[in-house]
């Protein structure tokens, strides 16, 4: 079975700081897709990046970043120079072949000024 | 483009009640899935449709059903509601049925079961 682990409930960080989420996945499959998504306050999340289990480029837009290492089964995202903008529930979702898409428990981050 | 449109965006009902939510994809999309956020568990996995036919099922009891009608709009019917059935419903779409489509998420539907 398919299982994502988001450890880090609830992260607290000052303004301009950096900040990394850690996503650890199960599977014993060879292909999957890996997905980030945010959910501001207003709810609906949205999409920040997708990583096929055959691409383990790290990934780097703007301020994002992200570190996919299929050793460790870990596909962590980082946030550069924090902004309040960022404050929302961030998800690791994992999906394979044609079965449901199955996410962790989010992570809250908030960013304070 | 129009994003994903769900309505009503907030419902109250009593327990024993039914309750119908309606979702409209993003224009040329024609998968459909239905997830249920609750504080407790998190985002679940309701259903997945595809071409009106229903491709993934979550682990829900039958008083959760869906449907997607020809046009791609899709609605989820929960009956007999119970207070548990209290949650944030959540519908996003996507171009086609494929494992690393990215989807489009509404702003949901926000039931609360008194």
């Known amino acids: 079975a398919q299982k994502v682990t988001q450890a880090q409930t609830e992260i607290s960080v000052v303004e301009k700081e950096d900040v990394t989420l850690d996503c650890v996945y199960e599977?014993?499959?060879?292909?999957?897709?890996l997905f980030w998504y945010k959910q501001p306050p207003s709810g609906e999340l949205v999409f920040l990046i997708r990583r096929n289990s055959f691409d383990e480029q790290n990934e780097i837009s703007g301020r994002y970043s992200w570190n996919f290492q299929k050793s460790t089964s870990s596909f962590n995202f980082t946030i550069t120079a924090s902004q309040v903008v960022d404050s929302a529930v961030y998800f690791c979702?994992?999906?394979?072949?044609?079965?449901?898409?199955?996410f962790g428990q989010g992570t809250r981050l908030t960013i304070n000024p | 483009k129009a994003g994903v449109t769900q309505t009503p965006r907030y419902l109250i009902k009593t327990r024993g009640q039914q309750v119908t939510l309606s979702c409209s994809p993003i224009?040329?999309?024609?998968?459909v899935s239905w997830y249920q956020q609750t504080p407790g568990q998190g985002l679940q996995f309701l259903f997945e449709?595809?071409?009106?036919?229903?491709?993934n099922k979550g682990n829900f009891p039958g008083r959760f059903s869906g449907r997607q009608f020809s046009n791609s709009r899709s609605e989820m019917n929960v009956s007999t509601l119970e207070l548990g059935d209290s949650a944030l419903y959540l519908c996003a779409s996507s171009p086609d049925f494929a494992t690393n489509e990215k989807l489009f998420f509404g702003s949901g539907t926000q039931l609360s079961v008194l």
């Open positions: 449709y595809f071409s009106e036919t229903q491709r």
């Open positions: 599977t014993r499959d060879t292909t999957y897709y």
């Open positions: 224009s040329g999309h024609r998968s």
């Open positions: 979702a994992l999906r394979k072949g044609a079965q449901k898409l199955v």
